[in-house]
T-cell receptor, first 116, second 115 residues
């Protein structure tokens, strides 16, 4: 049973550039959330995708955008990178119950983004 | 109201001892409280979780105690082992109108178990 996978593992970008991170959810899961984890901090919710639409969004600027594909995989895009965007970006997946809430979220290994 | 406060920030325990980490929340709409374990360079791994209709849940050496009236919950690690040395995060999940949930994390506790 494949878990959550993310690519790439590490990425180094220059301030002002754009980056795309990718996530494949755990088998059987249909909902993907993205989190940003700064060094020494807990993960912060960026947004969540279900049925190819953004369903919830955290307190992040519009420079952060995403997409979900029909196979439930997802991308996180960050434009106009700032030094402060350097962090571990985590993808989490869950399965939304029929008409009901989803609970257990499983995280991938993350993508370490360094902005110089 | 969306915060989850976690303590202590760091913890050192002898092998075989009990590790206790505490969390407090304010938002009564939270209805799911997981604990995650994270090793350096890895993503958080779901350890154990509890719903507010239960006061305690035990899985192996890990126990969650939940106090709904005090809006507090804690993780107890019995017979702590050096392999338990990691950062532990409590979290709370609330559901929006779309019934999809976002996790609100505590600040984390770095646990070191000495042999």
């Amino acid at each position: 049973d494949a878990g959550v996978t993310q690519s790439p593992t590490h990425l180094i970008k220059t301030r002002g550039q754009q980056v795309t991170l990718r996530c494949s959810p755990k088998s059987g899961h249909d909902t993907v959330s993205w989190y940003q984890q700064a060094l020494g901090q807990g993960p912060q919710f960026i947004f969540q995708y279900y049925e190819e639409e953004e369903r919830q969004r955290g307190n992040f600027p519009d420079r952060f955008s995403g997409h979900q594909f029909p196979n439930y995989s997802s991308e996180l895009n960050v434009n106009a990178l700032l030094l402060g965007d350097s962090a571990l970006y985590l993808c989490a997946s869950t399965r939304r119950s029929l008409g009901g809430p989803s609970y257990e979220q499983y995280f991938g290994p993350g993508t370490r983004l360094t902005v110089t | 109201q969306q915060q989850v406060k976690q303590s202590p920030q760091s913890l050192i325990v002898q092998k075989g001892g009990i590790s206790i980490i505490n969390c407090a929340y304010e938002n009564t709409a939270f209805d799911y409280f997981p604990w995650y374990q994270q090793f350096p360079g890895k993503g958080p791994a779901l350890l154990i979780a509890i719903r507010p209709d239960v006061s305690e849940k035990k899985e192996g050496r890990f126990t969650i105690s939940f106090n709904k009236s005090a809006k507090q919950f804690s993780l107890h690690i019995m017979d702590s082992q050096p392999g338990d040395s990691a950062t532990y995060f409590c979290a709370a999940l609330g559901h929006g109108s779309s019934n999809t949930g976002k996790l609100i994390f505590g600040q984390g506790t770095t646990l070191q178990v000495k042999p």
